[in-house]
């Protein structure tokens, strides 16, 4: 069954922030049909929530954007908050500083680690992705994860990684207005280049409900099976 949590405010404000500077409408692909050759796991631990996600604009407003076409954020609730106290300071969010894991075998080909988390309910304009890391999976598949704590990863470019390899922690870095994981699949080594793909991801929980292969969607709890 579906989770009812609200979309958090400052994540509907990242949104907004995002969009502001695209036309908001669906980016054309020429990659609906396009089945993941990669065998991907859920890059992190636990339970975790998909705030953006799915192929519409109404469910994920990164479909507005070509390279991003596909991609999800995700957050960690409990007791229907991404945060405890007043939500002021990073370290009050769930997610923050938590582990974030490879995907899939690969080599990392570019990262940036130097970007300063944000204040919450603030954002970076000048470093969309704040920190991140582009593996390499072969097969014209690359995959994006963004917004990592400043000076926490902890793997270089060159280095091959396997699944589930500690890649760095969970921050609040870049176009980012509190913290969250920013995933995507792209054809291209670069940032913010290239088309985005689907991500199909294996054998994962979504809602309590197995899926063999899968693209987490607004609204589910997902996590590793």
């Not at 929530?49 to 109404?58: D, E, F, S």
Request: charge should be negative.
């Amino acid at each position: 069954m579906k989770t009812n949590k609200l979309i958090s405010k400052s994540l509907v404000l990242l949104a907004f922030l995002s969009t502001n500077c695209h036309e908001e409408k669906l980016a054309p692909s020429g990659e609906l049909d396009y089945l993941t050759t990669t065998s991907l796991q859920l890059p992190f631990a636990e339970e975790w929530y998909v705030v953006w996600g799915g192929r519409t604009l109404a469910e994920n407003y990164h479909a507005s954007i070509s390279n991003q076409r596909f991609a999800i954020d995700v957050v960690q609730f409990e007791n229907g908050s991404t945060f405890l106290g007043d939500g002021s300071k990073n370290e009050d969010y769930h997610c923050f500083g938590k582990p974030l894991e490879a995907p899939a075998d690969g080599q990392v080909v570019a990262l940036l680690n130097s970007v300063a988390d944000n204040k919450p309910g603030e954002t970076n304009k000048n470093e969309l992705f704040g920190n991140y890391i582009i593996i390499d999976h072969g097969n014209d598949e690359f995959s994006v994860l963004a917004h990592f704590k400043q000076n926490s990863i902890s793997v270089n470019i060159g280095e091959f990684v396997n699944q589930g390899d500690n890649l760095g922690q969970t921050g609040n870095s870049g176009n980012s207005t509190e913290p969250h994981l920013h995933y995507h699949l792209q054809n291209k080594p670069s940032i913010g280049q290239g088309e985005g793909l689907p991500a199909q991801f294996r054998n994962y929980y979504a809602d309590n409900v197995f899926e063999v292969l899968g693209e987490p969607r607004q609204n589910e709890t997902v996590r590793k099976g």
